[in-house]
């Protein structure tokens, strides 16, 4: 994993350091910008999609905890360097993943960016799945769906059909809305297995409950409550009568 990674240090020789020692001892921080103060690092934070900054306490026009307040929320991990080991409790306050002393200690530092690794991999892997919430937990009847800053919850009855996109799916809601979402068809229809959603086509994962109509054919068609009509293939034909017998 490549973290995309600022380095935000007033003092050009620290600021050196510390970009030679992430060259050499951590090849997957990939520095994409450098600032001397809080004004350089809000435009940098602004316009790039960051996985970690690097940030001193200490600047002109204010700190690290200005800087933070004036982000706001923040999607990226933070490690604080700095010379002073009085702000520990505020950076932990800030939610720091990890707070490095001055003079920089190589093994340490190598730490700190395997920390972030470690959970930015976990940050990804939840986003990259469409979970069903536990039913015990009387949240039943919903689904997530991974949105790039996490996840979207929807009310399965809110779906009226998913349609496949190579290894893509659009899921069509009763509001007229559209999400788009990096997973197969096939995903959809076992993660949607017990709330009422038949695969009638290949291309195509209706929700039962809002068929309208049904018009015969070799395979036929449904009519949905929003007017959509989706042909059904002959093999999925039974299936989709099952639930209405």
């Known amino acids: 994993m490549k973290l995309k990674s600022i380095l935000v240090e007033d003092e050009e020789t620290s600021r ?8 050499k001892y951590c090849p997957n921080v990939d520095i994409v910008g450098e600032a001397s103060n809080i004004n350089e690092a809000l435009e940098l934070i602004r316009t790039q999609e960051l996985d970690l900054v690097f940030l001193d306490v200490e600047m002109p026009y204010g700190n690290a905890f200005d800087l ?3 982000v706001g929320d923040r999607h990226f991990e933070t490690v604080f360097v700095t010379a002073y080991n009085h702000y520990a409790l505020d950076a932990l306050n800030a939610h720091a993943s990890y707070y490095l002393m001055k003079p920089i200690d190589i093994d340490e530092l190598i730490k700190a960016v395997d920390y972030v690794v470690e959970i930015k991999t976990k940050e990804d892997a939840l986003q ?7 039913t015990t937990n009387n949240i039943d009847g919903k689904i997530t769906i991974p949105q790039q800053d996490g996840f979207e919850v929807i009310s399965t009855a809110d779906i009226l059909f998913c349609k496949a996109d ?10 007229n809305k559209k999400k788009v ?9 076992e993660a949607l297995q017990d709330s009422n959603f038949a695969r009638i086509h290949k291309s195509y ?14 395979g036929g068609s449904v009519i949905l409550s929003n007017g959509k ?11 989709l009568l099952s639930y209405f017998k």
């Open 128 to 134: 990259d799945q469409v979970l069903v919430p536990n």
């Open 181 to 189: 979402v990096s997973k197969t068809l096939k995903y959809f229809e």
């Open 68 to 70: 933070l307040d004036k």
């Open 16 to 23: 050196e350091i510390l970009k030679n020692y992430l060259n």
């Open 166 to 175: 190579d290894n893509y799916t659009e899921i069509y809601l009763n509001n």
């Open 229 to 239: 009509e989706v042909m059904v293939s002959p093999s999925k034909k039974s299936e």
């Open 205 to 218: 994962l209706v929700n039962v409950n809002e068929v309208v109509k049904y018009v015969k054919g070799k």
